[in-house]
């Protein structure tokens, strides 16, 4: 199972950048997707995720209100919309995703997402 996430870049404040993360590879279903970020010389940080289940969203306090996570129609491909950026966004984002193997008895791994680096900078 691989993430693969793109994105990321250059933006000025205000400004607005929409990540993407798609899951291949084999399994069973996803249980949830979603992003984190990571600041330098900190731990990463939820930002979104969704369920898969229901498509219920968690945003974290600074992503709410101007950050909408979706997901496509197959439900293998999250879609992180960022609004009115600010300085303090900048970070490197992490795509992650729980998944279902195709084993018995079933398993649950986590997968990550190459990082992309969002900079919003005037």
């Known amino acids: 199972v691989q993430l693969q996430a793109s994105g990321g870049g250059l933006v000025q404040p205000g400004g607005s950048l929409r990540l993407s993360c798609a899951v291949s590879?084999?399994?069973?279903?996803?249980?949830?997707m979603g992003w984190y970020r990571q600041f330098p010389g900190k731990q990463r940080e939820l930002v979104a995720k969704?369920?898969?289940?229901?498509?219920?969203?968690t945003y974290s306090k600074a992503a709410k209100d101007r950050f909408t996570l979706s997901t496509n129609d197959l439900m293998t491909a999250v879609y992180l919309q960022m609004n009115s950026l600010q300085p303090e966004d900048t970070a490197v984002y992490y795509c992650?995703?729980?998944?279902?193997?195709?084993?018995?008895?079933?398993?649950?791994?986590?997968?990550w997402g190459q990082g992309t680096l969002v900079t919003v900078s005037s």
């Open positions: 992650n995703a729980e998944v279902e193997g195709t084993g018995i008895p079933l398993t649950w791994t986590e997968y």
């Open positions: 590879g084999r399994f069973s279903r996803i249980y949830h």
């Open positions: 969704i369920m898969m289940n229901d498509r219920s969203t």
